[in-house]
């Protein structure tokens, strides 16, 4: 996660998602059997709905090997709708040191686009929302210590009008 600065102020109840899940769940489970190529486009296709070959067709001509850097994967999300905001350690943690101390501001029912860093050289894509970990399609239990042994490289707070109560 990038340092940002004191400056940097969120309004985390623009991005609560609370319908986010049981979405993501359907489509994981509706293109799971999908061959693709890169997490990024994975991980795309879950968010927006997008089948994961008209995804990876919009992949950059930039692009090294086909993945998915952070400007290309904001601005396809962006693009298509939706809100999208670099978390920083300076946002997350820009609160009062007396009253807000305890304070979290992140809740599970934000959604978090995350670059995380997974081994020497290889970096992947993936969604965190309600205590769940969406990587490849495939969903699982966020495991407590996930960003201790897989450093985050960049996180994105995500939402989008579907994702809330109307």
Same mark, same amino acid.
């Given at each position: 996660m990038i340092y940002g600065t004191w400056k940097d102020k969120i309004n985390y109840n623009e991005f609560e998602?609370?319908?986010?899940?049981? *979405?993501?769940v359907e489509r994981c489970e509706k293109f799971r059997h999908v061959s693709y190529k890169s997490c990024g486009t994975a991980a795309l296709s879950m968010l927006t709905g997008m089948h994961p070959h008209s995804v990876q067709k919009l992949v950059p001509k930039t692009a090294d090997d086909g993945h998915w850097t952070d400007q290309s994967i904001t601005r396809f999300?962006?693009?298509r709708g939706y809100m999208v905001k670099q978390l920083s350690r300076r946002a997350v943690t820009n609160l009062d040191p007396i009253s807000e101390?305890?304070?979290?501001?992140?809740?599970?029912?934000h959604v978090l686009l995350c670059g995380l860093l997974m081994c020497r050289n290889e970096g992947s894509w993936l969604? *965190?929302?309600g205590n769940k970990n969406f990587h490849n399609?495939?969903?699982e239990e966020l495991h407590p210590l996930l960003f201790?042994?897989?450093p985050?490289?960049?996180i994105y707070?995500?939402?989008?009008?579907?994702w809330k109560y109307a």
């Amino acid at each position: 996660m990038i340092y940002g600065t004191w400056k940097d102020k969120i309004n985390y109840n623009e991005f609560e998602s609370p319908l986010a899940g049981d *979405i993501f769940v359907e489509r994981c489970e509706k293109f799971r059997h999908v061959s693709y190529k890169s997490c990024g486009t994975a991980a795309l296709s879950m968010l927006t709905g997008m089948h994961p070959h008209s995804v990876q067709k919009l992949v950059p001509k930039t692009a090294d090997d086909g993945h998915w850097t952070d400007q290309s994967i904001t601005r396809f999300l962006k693009k298509r709708g939706y809100m999208v905001k670099q978390l920083s350690r300076r946002a997350v943690t820009n609160l009062d040191p007396i009253s807000e101390w305890e304070r979290m501001p992140l809740k599970s029912w934000h959604v978090l686009l995350c670059g995380l860093l997974m081994c020497r050289n290889e970096g992947s894509w993936l969604v *965190i929302h309600g205590n769940k970990n969406f990587h490849n399609l495939k969903v699982e239990e966020l495991h407590p210590l996930l960003f201790v042994n897989k450093p985050s490289d960049s996180i994105y707070l995500v939402t989008h009008k579907s994702w809330k109560y109307a």
